[in-house]
């Protein structure tokens, strides 16, 4: 399998992918593993992903470069990432141990009875991964999945292969075995073959398109599936705000990872009495953007990963225009070598358009005007989609009651595009089922077994 630089459309490495053969090998290889790894206290298990953070932190440099030069990432993002997968690690490291603590639920002397929850782990899983933030999406599943005693079948995604196969390699390193953290690496045929395993779970980051496959795959198999979907996140903007801060702050959220993040914005409703002043000041922050090579410490727009992706942006732009929206700046695939997109914001448009219903993935944004609250509500809870979804405003009071409305798994007052590890990450409707993060995101690893206990 060749890995491309998507900024270049250079070949930077061919690396060996996995059949359904050896796929199938691999699986027997963790289920035979797994017991043994369970078996082990879990503070050593913790040792091992201390080491781990160690390694990452030895090597933070040339990890960023690699996952800029195979996704296109800006490396002042790709260093951003890595600096956030150190805050995801400590947060398992502190609260891992607590979160599977057997839990004591009842007790009562009279009748001799003793009532217990311990947490096992499901088993081997499957980490099937997403490209656009492979440390994160990866991590979110893997570290609380070993902690918690599972053996793990990691198919880092194609589009980010050399990062998955790092992560690899310092897994191991650091103490966790080759028989418990298996990469498997190809694409969507190899994750095809790795579903068709008799796994104890499915943890899939990626398209709603292909959890729609995975779930179906596994449907029969009364295993556990968690799909972290995709999204149409929509920001609404109130008229009490400072214009030129909400700006700037949405704009980040709309471009930053060039508009590749689950959670980027994708739709802009903005208060009709500070729409133009808004979109004014939004449209002189995306111009002021420097696109370019990811290498460059001072670019903050990089390449599109998926050469495929320029046609869905490309079409969604043509739609907008055929159905009458403005275009303010950008709206076209930039030539030459690799796959570049400009900063692309329109004006005018409604839910008719593809721009404002399919998720865009890019660096492409519209910004519709809203009479006032009711609407925007409407409006941000018309979609197949519930990932994320945020409100500007001064007013505390009138977030809490818009957000309260709100159908999607997080919801953000006066920010945007952010994860904590502290808090449950998860998606409603197409955006998908189950959650990472939080110390709920450690216990989905595992299943809950109840003791009923009573001595003689
Ligand atoms: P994708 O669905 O194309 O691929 C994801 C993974 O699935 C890859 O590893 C791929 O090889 C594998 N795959 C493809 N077909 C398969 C099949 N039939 N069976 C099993 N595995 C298969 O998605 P992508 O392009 O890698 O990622 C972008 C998508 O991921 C966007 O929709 C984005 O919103 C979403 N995403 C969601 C979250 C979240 O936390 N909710 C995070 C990151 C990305």
Redesign the pocket.
């Known amino acids: 399998m060749k890995v491309i630089n998507p900024a270049t459309g250079a070949v930077i490495a061919e690396v060996d992918a996995d059949d359904a053969a050896a796929v199938r090998n691999k699986y027997a290889v963790a289920r035979a593993a797994q017991p043994r790894w369970a078996a082990v206290p879990i503070r050593k298990r913790l040792e091992a992903i201390a080491k781990f953070r160690e390694n990452i932190v030895a090597r933070h440099e040339a990890l960023a470069r690699t996952l800029t030069s195979e996704v296109g990432k800006p490396i002042r993002q790709s260093r951003n990432e890595l600096n956030g997968l150190l805050g995801r690690i400590d947060f398992f490291l502190a609260e891992a141990v607590g979160a599977l603590r057997e839990e004591k639920i009842y007790a009562d002397p009279t009748q001799k009875l003793d009532e217990r929850i311990t947490h096992e782990p499901l088993g081997v899983i499957a980490n099937?991964?997403?490209?656009?933030?492979p440390y994160?999406?990866g991590s979110?599943v893997f570290v609380p999945a070993l902690v918690s005693g599972n053996a793990v079948l990691y198919?880092?995604?194609?589009?980010a292969t050399l990062t998955g196969l790092h992560i690899a390699d310092m897994l191991h390193e650091a103490g966790v075995p080759r028989d418990v953290f298996v990469p498997v690496i190809?694409?969507?045929?190899?994750?095809?073959a790795?579903?068709r395993q008799p796994v104890d779970g499915i943890f899939?980051?990626?398209?709603?398109?292909?959890?729609a496959?995975?779930a179906a795959?596994a449907a029969r198999r009364m295993v556990k599936v968690q799909l972290?979907?995709?999204?149409k996140d929509p920001i609404y903007v109130c008229d009490d705000v400072d214009v030129q801060a909400a700006a700037a702050a949405v704009a980040d959220g709309a471009f930053y990872n060039t508009g590749?993040?689950?959670?980027s914005v994708e739709r802009i409703y903005v208060h009709e009495s500070i729409h133009d002043a808004f979109v004014a000041a939004f449209v002189a922050e995306v111009k002021s953007y420097k696109i370019g090579d990811p290498m460059d410490e001072s670019t903050y727009i990089g390449a599109i990963t998926?050469r495929p992706q320029l046609d869905v942006l490309k079409q969604q732009v043509a739609d907008a225009k055929k159905k009458g929206a403005k275009l303010l700046t950008g709206g076209g695939v930039i030539r030459g070598k690799g796959n570049w997109f400009e900063p692309t914001v329109f004006t005018g448009v409604d839910h008719s358009m593809a721009m404002m219903r399919d998720?865009s993935?890019g660096p492409i944004i519209g910004i519709q005007s809203v009479a006032d609250d009711d609407a925007a509500v409407d409006l941000m809870n018309d979609t197949e989609y519930g990932?994320t979804a945020g409100v500007y405003t001064n007013d505390d009071k009138r977030a809490r009651r818009i957000l309260k409305r709100i159908h999607s798994g997080s919801v953000y007052w006066n920010c945007c595009d952010r994860v904590s590890p502290r808090l449950p990450?998860s998606?409603v409707g197409h955006?998908?089922i189950g959650l990472?993060l939080s110390t709920y995101g450690i216990q989905t690893f595992t299943r809950p077994k109840a003791w009923h206990l009573r001595s003689a």
């Not at 099937?128 to 933030?133: G, L, P």
């Not at 198919?155 to 589009?159: H, L, N, Q, W």
């Not at 972290?228 to 999204?231: F, I, N, P, T």
């Open positions: 099937i991964s997403a490209w656009n933030y994160f999406v979110n198919k880092p995604s194609e589009f190809g694409d969507g045929a190899t994750g095809a790795l579903t899939f980051t990626g398209s709603y398109a292909t959890g496959k995975i795959a972290e979907l995709g999204g590749q993040s689950c959670c998926r998720e993935f990932l990450w998606g955006s998908g990472t």
